[in-house]
């Protein structure tokens, strides 16, 4: 039974352009949350994803943006990179129906520069 | 929204030693409580996580107890072993969907 898979694991962009990172989920869960997570701190709520629609967003600007396709595997897309936005980005899968027991994948570590 | 505060930041002990790591959180709405173990260069893994209507859950040699009149949460590790080391998070979702976590408490064990 695979676990929740993330891609790309490294990244490295140049401040201004725009990044899609991919996210399946862990076979039979519906829900997508992504997280940032900067080095030292736990990870911050981006927005989460059920139904192909985002159901709650937490305190990032309108540059972060993601999608859920109707096999329930997600994006997240960021525009107009920061220097700011280096982190480690998480997805994490979960059932809606029980909304608890959030698996992460490995993250993918976006370096801008 | 759910703020959750973790104690201590960085906790190192003898292997063999026990180690307790303890939160807080705001949120009375909340009833669920995760605890997540993240190794160098890896996601947050779930280990163990209670729910508000037991007061304490065990798993081998990790054990969580939970005190919702006090709005506290503690992460009991008996019997440290090397393996242990990583970071802890603790977490709580509040009345909405997302987890709130703490800021972490990075263990190490000591051979």
């Known amino acids: 039974d695979a676990g929740v898979t993330q891609s790309p694991t490294h990244l490295i962009k140049t401040r201004g352009q725009q990044v899609t990172l991919r996210c399946s989920p862990k076979?039979?869960?519906?829900?997508v949350s992504w997280y940032q997570q900067a080095l030292g701190q736990g990870p911050q709520f981006i927005f989460q994803?059920?139904?192909?629609?985002?159901?709650q967003r937490g305190n990032f600007p309108d540059r972060f943006s993601g999608h859920q396709f109707p096999n329930y595997s997600s994006e997240l897309n960021v525009n107009a990179l920061l220097l700011g936005d280096s982190a480690l980005y998480l997805c994490a899968s979960s059932l809606a129906s029980t909304n608890t027991e959030a698996f992460f994948g490995q993250g993918t570590r976006l370096t801008v520069v | 929204g759910e703020n959750v505060e973790q104690h201590p930041s960085t906790l190192s002990v003898q292997e063999g030693d026990s180690a307790v790591i303890k939160c807080t959180y705001s949120?009375?709405?909340?009833?669920?409580f995760p605890w997540y173990k993240q190794e160098l260069g890896k996601g947050p893994q779930l280990i163990i996580d209670i729910r508000s209507n037991v007061g304490e859950k065990k798993d081998q040699r990790i054990a969580v107890t939970l005190n919702k009149t006090a709005k506290h949460f503690s992460l009991h590790i008996t019997e440290t072993q090397p393996e242990d080391s990583a970071v802890y998070f603790c977490a709580a979702p509040g009345d909405d969907y997302k987890l709130s976590f703490g800021a972490g408490t990075t263990v190490t064990v000591r051979a």
């Open positions: 076979s039979g869960h519906d829900t």
């Open positions: 949120d009375s709405a909340s009833n669920y």
């Open positions: 994803y059920y139904e192909e629609e985002e159901r």
